[in-house]
């Protein structure tokens, strides 16, 4: 079955509707250790106008999301979360939605792509700098337990 993925060049990565809204908590429940996205603000971000959640699946169910996000007035979009099943995880589902984000965020008349992560999440960082992302800044203590944030852009070209 990851085989199958694996060749495929992409799944298509489709808006989110409503009826996703379930296996979205369920992916972000096991997605994420803390700091959840509740099951309010998926809601709330499958319809805003501000922003733009994707979802791949794979027969079926749930395999992926992304979520970016605007605001008014500015040309810097922010990929505000994005996540893979672990069943899915190294497969390239994560770089393919990537890709998808920084599409949308130029559609939208974006020339930046901003984001934060966790410092201790190599998985993800790694994905950042390998796809041209570069740290601008640190937060701490930015997330519940404590952690720090690393702050990572790219110019969108
Ligand atoms: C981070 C995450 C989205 C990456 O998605 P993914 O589909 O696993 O990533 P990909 O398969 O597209 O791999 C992209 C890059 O990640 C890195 N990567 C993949 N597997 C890795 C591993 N086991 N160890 C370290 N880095 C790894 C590599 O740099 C890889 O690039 P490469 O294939 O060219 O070597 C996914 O692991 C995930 O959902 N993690 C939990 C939620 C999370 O942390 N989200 C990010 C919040 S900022």
């Given amino acids: 079955m990851r085989d199958h993925v694996l060749k495929q060049s992409r799944l298509p990565a489709r808006r989110a509707t409503l009826a996703d809204v379930d296996a979205l908590e369920t992916l972000e429940n096991k997605a994420f250790d803390g700091d959840r996205l ?8 499958v319809t805003a106008e501000t922003a733009v959640l994707r ?3 794979q027969d079926g169910a749930l395999a992926a999301y992304s979520l970016l996000a605007f605001r008014r007035g500015s040309k810097i979009a922010r990929l505000y979360s994005i996540a893979v099943d672990p069943m899915w ?4 589902l994560g770089r393919a939605l990537l890709k998808t984000c920084e599409k949308d965020a130029r559609a939208h008349g974006c020339a930046v792509l901003r984001l934060e992560v966790r410092v ?3 998985r993800a960082i790694a994905l950042y700098e390998k796809n041209g992302y570069r740290r ?3 937060i701490e203590d930015y997330y519940e337990d404590g952690a720090t944030a690393v702050r ?5 070209t």
Wanted: with cysteine; charged share 40%; aromatic share 12%.
């Fill in 136 to 138: 601008f800044d640190e």
């Fill in 89 to 92: 995880v190294g497969c390239g």
């Fill in 120 to 122: 201790d999440n190599k």
């Fill in 55 to 57: 979802v791949m699946k």
């Fill in 152 to 156: 990572m852009e790219k110019t969108l």
């Fill in 38 to 45: 509740s099951r309010r603000s998926l809601r709330y971000y």
